[in-house]
């Protein structure tokens, strides 16, 4: 009988560790990065969120370029917690880390999550005739690494492979270029 209940309390501990790595993976998947990504490695953070409809909004995502960019240039750690929301009231957190590995390589990753924000204002221009902002997925979740970092002219048209890289050296307020971060094998795969 003391064998049986043993293996009873065994049987319920086992189920209650189960039970809990699944509370915490929802609640990672329904939270994304603003749960668990506030956690720094580096101590030169930048923490920040730029509203769909706010005045200031161009220069908020400016001063999160140039923090990037400046300790991409510079080779220093940083990361970047960015909570944006669009026009169709959906909401994105980024966590943007930049690591230095190796002598002299430095190597970002973008973790982020993106949901509908049914409070965010929407901008009534961005809602269709049909009167629903477009159907998005509940929760979407990725995360990529670029290993260069490039800073582009904005000219129209905006085409991201082919924009003109600005010299390292050169001094553009951080309003007046994106940045173009490829992967490893050299291949444009986002913008910022």
């Known amino acids: 009988m003391f064998a049986k209940r043993n293996a009873e309390e065994r049987s319920l501990l086992k189920f209650g560790r189960w039970l809990f790595v699944c509370a915490l993976a929802v609640t990672q998947l329904l939270h994304g990065p603003t749960l668990f990504g506030q956690e720094a490695d580096c101590k030169d953070v930048l923490r920040t969120e730029v509203p769909s409809l706010a005045e200031g909004r161009t220069g908020k995502i400016a001063v999160a370029r140039e ?50 924000d049914r409070n965010a204002p929407i901008d009534a221009l961005a809602v269709p005739a049909s009167g629903l902002p477009p159907e998005q997925p509940a929760i979407e979740t990725g995360s990529y690494q670029a290993y260069a970092m490039e800073r582009v002219e904005l000219k129209v048209p905006f085409i991201l492979e082919k924009a003109k890289r600005i010299p390292d050296g050169k001094a553009v307020p951080p309003s007046k270029y994106h940045l173009r971060l490829r992967d490893e094998n050299g291949k444009a795969i986002a913008e910022f």
């Open 67 to 116: 923090f990037l960019w400046n300790h991409w240039a510079s080779r220093k750690c940083g990361d970047l917690f960015l909570t944006a929301w669009s026009r169709e009231g959906i909401r994105t957190d980024s966590h943007y880390r930049i690591e230095v590995i190796g002598s002299n390589s430095v190597r970002l990753t973008d973790t982020f999550s993106r949901r509908e």
